[in-house]
Nanobody, 126 residues
Framework: KVHLVESGGGSVQSGGSLRLSCKAS????????MGWFRQAPGKERDGVAF???????TYAESVKGRFTISQDNAKNTLYLQMNSLKPDDTAMYYC????????????????????WGQGTQVTVSS
């Protein structure tokens, strides 16, 4: 059974940094595409950053230059380094995994990724 557990959220001031982690288990990690999503209260869930099975990385325009997605295949862990945080980044952040090779394509087609973590809250104060 696929299991995703996020950690690393918290409260920071504007300009601060956080690193989120997503520990994956229950499948062969490197064969799935992965991604980070976020949802603020009253808003739709948005894609933040994706890593496809071939290593292609995609970022939402709103986080380009500030966030970095990475993964450690040996640890079955996905990361999201978030720098220069803004109050608009406040949201619940979710890790997602999908057996299809491109999370970027999954997102572009409006398809919901197959597996999700429980989320970790990020709050940025001004």
């Amino acid at each position: 059974k696929v299991h995703l557990v996020e950690s690393g959220g918290g409260s920071v001031q504007s300009g601060g940094s956080l690193r989120l982690s997503c520990k994956a288990s229950g499948y062969t990690y490197r064969t799935y595409s992965m991604g980070w999503f976020r949802q603020a209260p009253g808003k739709e869930r948005d894609g933040v950053a994706f890593i496809d099975e071939d290593g292609t990385i995609t970022y939402a325009e709103s986080v380009k230059g500030r966030f970095t997605i990475s993964q450690d295949n040996a640890k079955n862990t996905l990361y999201l380094q978030m720098n220069s945080l803004k109050p608009d980044d406040t949201a619940m952040y979710y890790c997602a995994a999908d057996p299809r090779p491109s999370m970027t394509t999954v997102q572009a087609l409006g398809v919901t990724p197959l597996f999700w973590g429980q989320g970790t809250q990020v709050t940025v104060s001004s």
